[in-house]
Structure formats: C-alpha cells, structure tokens
C-alpha cells in the first residue's frame, strides 16, 4: 500500500500544479477581464458576467484536467459521464442554490440596474452595492446591509428607482373652501417653480384635485434628482415654499373640521352662578 502510494506521487503532484495553475489562469481572468473589456460599449453588469462566466469555464476544465491527471485510466469521456451524473445529484440536493445562480446570471445579462442604482423590491429599498453570482448586496437608506438571494429579485417586481437622472415627486395640499381656487393654483405655482432642487428641464404641473371633506385638494408635481435623499431634500423645500408662500398671502390650510346641522332650534339658556 505504501508503495503504490509512493507511484502515485507524481500524479498527486502534477495534479496540485494543475489545480494551482487553474486558480492562478481564474484570478488573472478576473484581474484582466475588466481592463480588456472596459473599452466595450456595454453594461458593466454584462462584462462583470463575461468574466465570471470564464472563471468558472476555466475552473470546470482545470478540474476535469486535475481528474485526469491523478487518475491516469481516466479518459474525457469518462470524466464527462460522470460529471453529468454528479450535476444532476447535486442539482437536485442544492434546488434553490442553482435557482439563485441562475437567477443571479440571468440578473446580470437582462436586468437594467447596475451597481451604484437604487432599487424597490417587496418595500425593501436600498442602494445596489454588488451583484454576485447566487446573491445581492443591497444598502438600505437606514445604512443597513441586506444580503438578498437573486431569486427573490428575478421573480417579484423590481423598480429601479435612479434608471433615470430625475423623477417626478407628487404631493397633495389643501385650501380653504372660501378660497379663490385660482390664486391659490397660482402662488403654489410661483413658490415652487422658485425652489432649487427642481430640475430646471421639467415644468411644474399644479392642478385642482378633488373636494376634500375639509378642504379644496390641490396636487402639486415637480421633477427632482432620483436618489432617496434628493427626493427628501426637495420634498421639504417645496412644503416649507408652499406653506411660507400661502400665509403670506393669507390663505389657510385648514385642519380637519365638521359642521353640524340639527333639524330642530336648539334653545340656549345662560344660568348665573
């Protein structure tokens, strides 16, 4: 037994050189790839993909080398026969991480955020901060980090928050109902045309809503940067503008209040202590 372990020394050997090698050509492909491709007018999503899909090209074909070169009797053949048998046995006992891997590949080709974009997915929102092959980084806005499987991204609805450099913010304010309906339109336009955080390149959209049970509903829509903050930061600008601009032009916006209405007079006594 010793002696066949002995003979068998050189194949060890040569098969720890192969898979070194292996992971040595893996990691100059992940150096490289991204330099070699950079001047590729692609998504980053989809030459991070081409790299890691030639890593893992290179890491099945120095595994089957390393297989053949510690097994002398061993031909490609063989080698792929009982690479299929073995897939599908772990196929089948790791379902849900080959889903993920899928999902994860087909999130890189396909989907159209990269790293860097804010998402919405089944109300988590967060900054994306890496895509990997079976999973997601996903930075919330409250700082926390979110690992999310890529199957949970690839079958629910995605909405990508910064796929453009502005986005339209809504908001709904109300005015008295003594009110003249137009001037209240018209100085709301004026104080929030004025703000700073608007995009220049997109108008301001003020129209009469509904009758509200206390109030005239008016909606007010501008155009603001995309991210989280941004929408914050403009949010507020243009409720502390709308607010300033109405008191000073006397205009209430009332609080919610009811009017009763009784069928008979009522009688009101004052009784001296």
């Known amino acids: 037994m010793l002696r066949s372990f002995v003979e068998h020394l050189p194949f060890l050997a040569g098969g720890m050189v192969t898979l070194v090698l292996t992971w040595g050509l893996a990691n100059l492909i992940s150096a490289f790839g991204t330099r070699v491709l950079g001047h590729w007018h692609k998504r980053e999503s989809v030459k991070e993909l081409i790299v890691r899909l030639l890593s893992i090209i290179i890491w099945v074909l120095g595994l089957l080398l390393t297989a053949i070169v510690l097994f002398p009797g061993l031909t490609p053949s063989k080698a792929l026969g009982g690479l299929g048998l073995v897939s599908i046995a772990v196929g089948l006992a790791f379902k849900d991480i080959f889903e993920n891997f899928f999902a994860g590949i087909l999130i890189l080709w396909r989907f159209p ?30 700082g926390q980090l979110t690992v999310v499987p890529n199957s949970f991204l690839f079958k629910n609805p995605v909405t990508v928050l ?112």
């Open 113 to 142: 955020f990269e790293r860097g974009d804010f998402i919405e997915c089944e109300g988590l929102v967060g900054k994306v901060e890496k895509v990997m092959v079976r999973m997601s980084y996903i930075r919330e806005t409250n």
């Open 162 to 273: 910064t796929s453009q450099p502005s986005r339209r913010v809504m908001l709904t304010t109300g005015v008295a109902y003594d009110v003249d309906v137009s001037d209240a339109v018209r100085i709301i336009s004026q104080a929030v045309e004025a703000c700073e955080t608007l995009s220049p390149d997109k108008p301001v959209q003020v129209f009469p809503k509904a009758f509200g049970s206390s109030s005239i509903d008016i909606e007010i829509a501008w155009w603001t940067e995309s991210t989280p903050l941004a929408v914050r930061r403009s949010t507020g600008e243009v409720v502390t503008a709308i607010k300033k601009a109405l008191d000073e032009a006397g205009i209430e916006i009332p609080f919610p209040y009811r009017t009763l209405t009784f069928k008979e007079p009522l009688t009101v006594t004052q009784r001296e202590n």
